[in-house]
Nanobody
Framework: QVQLAESGGGLVQAGGSLRLSCAAS????????MGWFRQAPGKEREFVAA????????VYADSVQGRCTISRDNTKNTVNLQMNSLKPEDTAVYYC???????????????????WGQGTQVTVSS
């Protein structure tokens, strides 16, 4: 089992920045990739970014490309999401998720992920 704990959410004005962190514990050696998803009120959960833990390969949703950077610290079993130039439409609960083993194919899809955190709220005011 893998446990994930997000932190770093909060309230920020439009144009501001936030850094989300996800700390993994448990059977972390089996993890292949980690990702961030978000769910805004009344909307379905959507992919934000993912990173391959061994090679550092990354992928981003079009909506955050150029504004967000996902990074990993394998020594601390932590994945971070740096979000800049935040917009009110970025307001959502952000979830960290982990793929235990597998491939990069369809890494943007929820079904690829075996473990999920509880989420952290990000609110961007206009």
């Amino acid at each position: 089992q893998v446990q994930l704990a997000e932190s770093g959410g909060g309230l920020v004005q439009a144009g501001g920045s936030l850094r989300l962190s996800c700390a993994a514990s448990g059977r972390t050696a089996s993890m292949y990739a980690m990702g961030w998803f978000r769910q805004a009120p009344g909307k379905e959960r959507e992919f934000v970014a993912a990173i391959y833990l061994s090679g550092g390969r990354t992928v981003y949703a079009d909506s955050v490309q150029g504004r967000c950077t996902i990074s990993r610290d394998n020594t601390k079993n932590t994945v971070n999401l740096q979000m800049n130039s935040l917009k009110p439409e970025d307001t959502a609960v952000y979830y960290c998720a982990a793929v235990e083993s597998g491939s990069w194919y369809n890494i943007q899809q929820e079904y690829k992920y075996h473990y999920w955190g509880q989420g952290t709220q990000v609110t961007v005011s206009s």
